[in-house]
Nanobody
Framework: QVQLVESGGGLVQAGGSLRLSCAAS????????MGWYRQAPGKQRELVAV???????NYVDSVKGRFTISRDNAKNTVFLQMNSLKPEDTAIYYC????????????????WGQGTQVTVSS
């Protein structure tokens, strides 16, 4: 099994930056896709960013140009650099992982982190 441990969430003013980290441990064999979901109260959970085999990355339109997903493969760690934060970015952010990119894209990854709160004040 895979365990995902997140860090880096917190409070930030609009226009500021945060860097989320997700350290994966356990049986990482076959894990080809990792990413970040977020969910705000009363809103549907959405995929924010994903990183997969071959350097593939993708982002939800609302964060393109502001967020960057990156990896440290040796440490099985995925990062989400969030710049120019907006109040609309306020949500619980979840690190996810799966052997299939498709599962992450379609909302059903096998592994989820505990979630970390990101709050952006206006």
């Amino acid at each position: 099994q895979v365990q995902l441990v997140e860090s880096g969430g917190g409070l930030v003013q609009a226009g500021g930056s945060l860097r989320l980290s997700c350290a994966a441990s356990g049986l990482m064999f076959g894990i080809n896709a990792m990413g970040w979901y977020r969910q705000a109260p009363g809103k549907q959970r959405e995929l924010v960013a994903v990183s997969a085999f071959g350097g593939f990355t993708n982002y939800v339109d609302s964060v393109k140009g502001r967020f960057t997903i990156s990896r440290d493969n040796a440490k099985n760690t995925v990062f989400l650099q969030m710049n120019s934060l907006k109040p609309e970015d306020t949500a619980i952010y979840y690190c996810v992982a799966d052997k299939e990119l498709r599962a992450v894209l379609e909302g059903g990854p096998d592994y989820w982190g505990q979630g970390t709160q990101v709050t952006v004040s206006s």
